[in-house]
């Protein structure tokens, strides 16, 4: 376990008091406030308010600048006086005119819509037993991620939380109970920092978003405490939300999105930089690769500093686990292994993921952008596999589209890159996997094996737009096999929230602004259809229960995972005895995974012997569900089976 000891806290302290890159200094005696700025700039003003939003200024002064080591300029000046509960803003005149206020670009609390900087002592944001927090030990090779939106996860009444759609609902014991009763290790939580496409202070309009609009992104988003006009609840919720977790053996992992603003002329970087943040194009329009109008320049100094900042702060302030990249593929291969490298000095088992693509065109040298295909040259950095998601369920593009599920031949050999992880295997033909020319891990834990996540329909509605005429037993019977492929691949699987609940969404794509009755999880399919939960966690016992399933090393995979003779629709691989001798502690003998997705049963054969099955049908339990003999075994029809000697 990885204890925050007193070291830890009081260098947590220094950095949290004198806030990120030093625009607040905090002090009961004194406030300082600094502010880095382009060469060209002229004046800046700090202005100080009593409240976050509304009335005039009480104070306004005049920074003083100098110049900074890299060129630019540092604005700075204090003010005397106890100033803990009020608010502030920066304004930077450029030419003849002053940009617009802003909290700044490091800005660690703020005021409602968070168009104000907050003053205050983040000690007093600490739950009381925030000293005490550790985080799970838990390596990348055993992380067992589970994503989920805050309001979805609990916003609807069959929850019984307290606090729906707030980041205290997931420290409640009803929340808990179903994570650990479902067996996941790690929470991944869409956006939580401060965004901008959400009104705070109008939340009983009940206005959703999954919150990829970034405008604070050192805060935690204030439509989620229970009083976003309060600067110190919704952090501290936030810690209280960490710690109960941690404290049940989950890690937390955040969502980042560096690749976008929400807007260019409203973000705290253009109203501080112009244009430095920001890639441009030739003709000096902003180049697109995000689809939202703007990409950041991770590539620039200044982003590149900010991106490690960041990263570093969520780290120590909140205990953050994990991050996961919206967007990786914008960023620069550079500075992601520089943000590697500065999380393994915290703690080396910040897991670290993210999308391995953009969404258009980046003006900036693709062979130099953290894409999927550059993942091997980013050790210690993992990327969504869209590999086996659409060799399972269909392609991205097109909903109507089936593969694997839908007894579609063809997409054996990218299932079977996926079951091993992405790494070189000798029996996976990389010239017919689906998108990939070349194995892209180096190692297994450098690969995300998912089939749904929010960006896309959910496993159930995608399953009905593909397969038209479903019958209920046949979805339940998909939606297990599919699962079944993702937990047994040797990369680190990631499921949606509520697919152990057989979720749906209506059939809609893309909710990332669809109301509640879209995108609410429905607690009573938990008594509706108990059999889906029943098999996803014994599924997961599984996994966690024999690291054969896990191994961890490429060369562990290579040498211990043997694929039989592939038949159509049908992957089937051996995990081999004998893997204690190597360092694995596996308490079963040989494994065998067989995955059918075909309409009728097929049969494969093994070893003469007795065999334990622990997953059939739609059954999943560890300690074994019938024995069978070996030789000729029967798999069922759209459905995985699972034994051991």
């Known amino acids: 376990m990885k204890r925050f000891n007193l070291i830890a806290t009081l260098m947590a302290l220094l950095m949290t008091v004198t806030a990120l890159a030093g625009e607040l200094t905090y002090s009961p005696g004194e406030s300082r406030f600094a502010i880095e700025t382009l060469p060209a700039a002229k004046a800046v003003k700090l202005r100080i308010y009593a409240e976050g939003t509304g009335g005039k200024p009480l104070k306004t002064v005049n920074l003083k600048s100098s110049p900074t080591t890299g060129g630019n300029l540092l604005w700075e000046g204090a003010i005397k006086g106890d100033l803990k509960g009020k608010f502030y803003t920066f304004d930077v005149k450029y030419g003849k005119s002053f940009r617009g206020e802003t909290p700044g670009v490091f800005a660690t609390a703020v005021g409602v819509n968070g168009r104000r900087g907050a003053i205050i002592d983040m000690r007093d944001t600490d739950p009381t037993d925030w000293g005490t927090d550790v985080r799970p030990d838990i390596a990348p090779k055993d992380l067992i991620l589970y994503e989920l939106h805050h309001r979805d996860f609990s916003i609807d009444a069959s929850s019984g939380l307290k606090y729906p759609g707030k980041f205290l609902a997931l420290s409640e014991p009803r929340a808990i109970a179903h994570l650990k009763a479902l067996g996941i290790n790690a929470v991944h939580m869409l956006p939580s920092f401060d965004y901008a496409s959400v009104d705070e202070t109008r939340l009983q309009d009940n206005k959703y978003n999954w919150g990829y609009d970034p405008l604070n992104y050192n805060v935690p988003e204030g439509g989620y405490s229970t009083d976003p006009y309060d600067p110190i609840a919704r952090v501290r919720e936030f810690k209280q939300m960490v710690r109960a977790l941690h404290a049940a053996g989950i890690k937390v992992v955040l969502d980042v999105v560096y690749n976008h603003t929400y807007s260019v002329d409203g973000s705290p970087f253009q109203l501080t930089m112009p244009d430095e943040y920001y890639r441009l194009n030739a003709d000096g329009s902003y180049s697109n ?100 998601r659409d060799a399972l369920r269909g392609p991205f593009s097109d909903d109507s589209k089936p593969a694997f599920l839908a007894g579609i031949k063809g997409h054996e050999q990218s299932i079977m890159f996926g079951i091993a992880g992405g790494v070189r295997h000798p029996q996976v033909n990389i010239n017919a996997v689906n998108y990939s020319d070349h194995f892209w891990c180096n190692e297994p834990t450098q690969f995300i094996s998912y089939v749904s996540c929010h960006d896309d329909m959910c496993l159930v509605d995608r399953l009905k737009a593909s397969i038209p005429g479903l019958t209920t037993d046949e979805l339940i019977r998909l939606n297990l096999l599919a699962q079944t492929a993702v937990f047994t691949s040797q990369g680190v699987p990631f499921m949606l929230s509520g697919e152990e609940m057989l979720r749906d969404k209506k059939g809609v794509h893309n909710s990332f602004e669809s109301p509640d009755s879209i995108n609410h999880l429905d607690w009573t399919n938990l008594e509706r259809y108990p059999q889906v939960m029943a098999y996803y966690s014994g599924l997961i016992d599984i996994r966690k229960s024999h690291p054969a399933f896990h191994m961890g090393s490429a060369e562990l995979v290579r040498r211990n995972l043997e694929f039989l003779p592939t038949q159509d629709c049908l992957v089937a691989f051996h995990l081999k005895s004998g893997l204690r001798l190597q360092g694995v502690d596996e308490s079963w003998g040989d494994i065998y995974v067989a995955l059918n997705a075909n309409k009728q049963a097929r049969t494969i054969t093994v070893p003469e012997g007795e065999y334990t099955v622990v997953v059939r049908n739609i059954a999943a339990c560890e300690r074994g569900i019938a024995v069978i003999n070996g030789g000729t075994v029967t798999v069922p029809a759209q459905s995985a089976l699972i034994f051991h000697n």
């Open 289 to 388: 690769g995000s689809g939202c109008g703007n990409e950041t320049a991770s590539d620039h100094e200044v982003m590149r500093r900010f991106m490690v900042e960041s990263v570093k702060y969520w780290a120590n302030e909140y205990h953050i686990d994990g991050f996961r990249f919206d967007l990786m593929g914008i960023h620069d291969i550079e500075t992601m292994n520089a943000i590697r490298t500065e999380l393994s000095a915290i703690d080396p088992q910040i897991y670290i993921y993210g999308e391995g693509w953009a969404a258009g065109t980046c003006a900036y040298p693709a062979d130099r952008l953290a894409m999927k295909s550059a993942i091997n040259r980013m050790p210690g950095i993992a990327a969504f596999s869209d590999d086996i």
